[in-house]
């Protein structure tokens, strides 16, 4: 029973494995390179970002919370390049779209496994709260503690291969989760040179849907829903001004993502409930004219008892471009 176990976490770990990546990392409204989804920097017309996540799994928190070593030999990998681009719609308003393509390069005992797909888009919009940049680089008035604040909305397409179609045949084939999911965002930051504060939080819903087969096999027809997630972030930033008056940010965060309970036909399910804390680093490097951001994100799960639950534990390393124009 306890082998059995094992192979189910894991596979709810790739069933999953889209949950933890962030969409970008592009410019904030200065340029600096320390937002946490694509948005475009204030008097950005249109921003084109591309970035690609190697994501190594280590193990997972069971339902019980404590961390568990995956067995002698497991060697399971997704790598994802994310497309995306953003456009200003109005003077406050703007748009964007990111678009995922999978690749899952995964070794478990007794299975060798290789897929590729595209993965769930998404779509969001923004509503900016300011009508100028709140960067400032000393506090002379309480006009100068104002934040930047944007208020908004994802829409995730179920684009990628589920457990609900034709196309996964197992959990390791699986690109997305199959279900559309509208979170409600909110994104608060401060830059007092050389420092800024950044705090994130989103709450997302799931959209019940029927299902009638399971990795590509008929069963008999239920509806299924999975449960509300939150997702809050935190993070410091320190901007170090280079010559010609570009800028390299170097940036820590704490995260904390979950989702409550599913049900299946309306009836409580426990298994899909999960926890994540993690840690990451980024630096990112923008030149003074805001037009370009290079940056390079490496995410850390806390590999500790308490720290997740029914969730896999998996280091993240995101390298990624973006390029505005004015």
Same mark, same amino acid.
């Given at each position: 029973?306890?082998?059995?176990?094992?192979?189910?976490?894991?596979?709810?770990?790739?069933?999953?494995?889209?949950?933890?990546?962030?969409?970008?990392?592009?410019?904030?409204?200065?340029?600096?390179? @320390?937002?946490?989804? $694509?948005?475009?920097?204030?008097?950005?017309?249109?921003?084109?970002?591309?970035?690609?996540?190697?994501?190594?799994?280590?193990?997972?928190?069971?339902?019980?919370?404590?961390?568990?070593?995956?067995?002698?030999?497991?060697?399971?990998?997704?790598?994802?390049? @994310?497309?995306?681009?953003?456009?200003?719609?109005?003077?406050? %308003?703007?748009?964007?779209?990111?678009?995922?393509?999978? %690749?899952?390069? @995964?070794?478990?005992?007794?299975?060798?496994?290789?897929?590729?797909?595209?993965?769930?888009?998404?779509?969001?919009?923004?509503?900016?709260?300011?009508?100028?940049?709140?960067?400032?680089?000393?506090?002379?008035?309480?006009?100068?503690?104002?934040?930047?604040?944007?208020?908004?909305?994802?829409?995730?397409?179920?684009?990628?291969?589920?457990?609900?179609?034709?196309?996964? &045949? *197992?959990?390791?084939?699986?690109?997305?989760?199959?279900?559309?999911?509208?979170?409600?965002?909110?994104?608060?930051?401060?830059?007092?040179?050389?420092?800024?504060?950044?705090?994130?939080?989103?709450?997302?819903?799931?959209?019940?849907?029927?299902?009638?087969?399971?990795?590509?096999?008929?069963?008999?027809?239920?509806?299924?829903?999975?449960?509300?997630?939150?997702?809050?972030?935190?993070?410091?930033?320190?901007?170090?001004? $280079?010559?010609?008056?570009? &800028?390299?940010?170097?940036?820590?965060?704490?995260?904390?993502?979950?989702?409550?309970?599913?049900?299946?036909?309306?009836?409580?399910?426990?298994?899909?409930?999960?926890?994540?804390?993690?840690?990451?680093?980024?630096?990112?490097?923008? *030149?003074?004219?805001?037009?370009?951001?290079?940056?390079?994100?490496?995410?850390?799960?806390?590999?500790?008892?308490?720290?997740?639950?029914?969730?896999? &534990?998996?280091?993240?390393?995101?390298?990624?471009?973006?390029?505005?124009?004015?």
């Amino acid at each position: 029973m306890r082998i059995r176990r094992t192979w189910v976490n894991n596979a709810l770990s790739i069933s999953a494995l889209l949950l933890s990546s962030s969409t970008a990392y592009a410019a904030s409204c200065c340029g600096g390179g @320390n937002a946490t989804s $694509l948005v475009l920097p204030k008097f950005g017309n249109q921003m084109i970002d591309v970035s690609f996540d190697m994501e190594d799994y280590k193990g997972y928190w069971n339902q019980e919370g404590d961390y568990t070593k995956d067995p002698a030999g497991s060697d399971l990998n997704q790598y994802r390049l @994310n497309l995306g681009y953003a456009h200003r719609v109005a003077d406050n %308003w703007q748009a964007s779209v990111t678009l995922p393509y999978v %690749w899952n390069d @995964n070794t478990y005992p007794g299975v060798v496994s290789k897929e590729n797909g595209v993965g769930d888009m998404s779509a969001s919009f923004w509503y900016e709260t300011f009508d100028q940049v709140t960067c400032v680089y000393q506090v002379n008035s309480l006009a100068d503690l104002r934040p930047a604040i944007y208020i908004g909305g994802t829409l995730t397409l179920p684009t990628g291969k589920s457990a609900y179609g034709d196309d996964a &045949t *197992s959990s390791f084939d699986i690109t997305g989760r199959g279900l559309y999911r509208f979170d409600a965002n909110l994104l608060i930051e401060k830059t007092v040179y050389p420092f800024t504060v950044t705090l994130q939080g989103s709450y997302g819903k799931y959209l019940e849907r029927d299902v009638n087969q399971e990795y590509g096999t008929a069963v008999a027809p239920y509806k299924k829903n999975l449960g509300d997630r939150t997702f809050v972030s935190a993070s410091l930033g320190y901007t170090y001004f $280079l010559e010609e008056l570009d &800028t390299l940010t170097f940036t820590a965060a704490l995260a904390d993502l979950r989702e409550g309970e599913g049900e299946i036909d309306g009836v409580s399910d426990p298994l899909t409930e999960f926890e994540k804390q993690s840690v990451a680093l980024t630096t990112a490097y923008a *030149s003074s004219d805001l037009r370009w951001v290079f940056k390079g994100t490496f995410s850390h799960a806390l590999r500790q008892d308490g720290r997740g639950e029914n969730f896999p &534990t998996t280091d993240i390393l995101t390298l990624g471009v973006s390029y505005a124009f004015y």
